[in-house]
């Protein structure tokens, strides 16, 4: 896959791609026909929405937990903190937003209930903050989709409703059942509400390492990122963020390179819950105004990372969850002499995924720290600032 850059014009000039200017405020990227795009001067989202998702995430959740590792700071040359979400009870920080979406609903509409379209985390977030907001919850999912996600959404009371073999089959009998019966739908990350919520996550940052300068973050449909790096961006400090996708699931990148949502014809990852097929304007225009910098990574260096955290750093981590790490390792991100945030977002990871990763790298295991998969410098970086 050839790589793409984007960039916002800042004192030089970015070798790769259209570029992406600052002009009175603006966001600008060239259009088709050589005219400027106009981002929104207002965000969708802003601050205040995140201070707010924090007090109904406080209500639900415990405090995920910010951990220096000692282990990768001496690796790295860096002050290396972990943002573990595993701990979360759906092991993912999907439930935040989902709890921010469901709590602002009135009576009437709770009675209603909701409903969403998920192949894994996004449906257990919702069927655990809809029995914790006392909302029936309807999800649909895939065919094929692990017995244990749909163990674990019943369990919180859900209904679980399997539908065709891939995510566009889910969501239209979602969106059917939203029409027919009233629920409210809950996106994984197109809905200003869900990205307040996923913001919580830069808030704790903020308040248990101010010194943090660099949070790195995994990319699936730009929810996450969005809100964290609002978040992150409002204090004075500068704090740089950077995201990190799947090389075969880079649609946020060439969407933000766009200036508007592209739709990926075949995304493809082991890091499942990073393939998304598009993503929303919305997303996009947080994307382009609050990240430095998006990367990508193979699946090599995403299955190297889900091990390390495994055998080096006793973590179970799913490949998603583990792309900050991978970035790092890869030399996608220079972390050297920072204060760094890897956000370790999920460990939804399957025993048969977990076996066959520890199985092959076991196998020419060495005490030498992890080495990178990929090569190359910087050369997969997409810079937006």
């Known amino acids: 896959m ?89 092991r993912t920080f999907k439930v935040r937003g989902a709890l921010n979406k469901i709590a602002s609903l009135d009576a009437a509409a709770r009675r209603r209930g909701v409903v969403a379209a998920s192949a894994g985390s996004h449906a257990q977030g919702v069927a655990f903050a809809a029995a914790a907001l006392g909302a029936p919850a309807t999800v649909v999912m895939p065919n094929g989709v692990s017995e244990m996600i749909v163990r674990v959404c019943r369990a919180y009371g859900a209904e679980v409703r399997l539908e065709g073999s891939v995510y566009d089959d889910t969501l239209a009998l979602a969106h059917r059942i939203e029409r027919e019966e009233g629920k409210t739908f809950v996106h994984p990350y197109a809905d200003p509400l869900i990205v307040a919520g996923q913001g919580t996550i830069g808030l704790e940052i903020l308040d248990d390492l101010p010194a943090a300068d660099l949070v790195v973050v995994a990319v699936g449909g730009g929810g996450l990122i969005s809100g964290i790096a609002l978040a992150v961006k409002s204090r004075a400090r500068p704090v740089r963020v950077v995201g990190v996708e799947p090389e075969g699931a880079d649609a946020v990148g060439r969407s933000a390179r766009a200036g508007h949502a592209v739709t990926l014809e075949s995304p493809h990852s082991v890091a499942d819950k990073l393939v998304a097929k598009s993503t929303d304007q919305l997303n996009v225009d947080l994307v382009r105004r609050y990240v430095d910098e998006l990367v990508t990574v193979n699946d090599d260096a995403l299955e190297d990372a889900t091990y390390e955290y495994l055998d080096r750093l006793s973590l179970l981590v799913e490949p998603s969850g583990a792309a900050p790490l991978a970035a790092v390792r890869a030399g996608r991100v220079d972390v050297r002499g920072r204060t760094v945030v890897l956000v370790v977002s999920g460990g939804n990871a399957t025993p048969a995924l977990v076996a066959r990763i520890a199985g092959e790298r076991a196998a020419t295991r060495n005490d030498s720290p992890a080495k990178p998969a990929l090569k190359g410098g910087l050369q997969g970086a997409h810079p937006l600032r």
Do not use: C, W, Y
Request: glycine share 8%; aromatic share 2%.
């Open 2 to 90: 050839r790589e793409q850059h984007v960039g916002i014009e800042r004192g030089g000039l970015d070798p790769g791609g259209p570029k992406v200017r600052r002009r009175n405020g603006a966001l600008r990227a060239p259009s088709a026909n050589g005219r400027s795009i106009v981002a929104a001067m207002e965000p969708a989202v802003r601050l205040a929405d995140i201070v707010a998702a924090r007090a109904v995430v406080d209500r639900f959740l415990p405090r995920a937990p910010l951990e220096r590792s000692p282990l990768l700071s001496a690796d790295l040359g860096a002050d290396v903190h972990l943002k573990i979400e595993t701990f979360k009870p759906t």
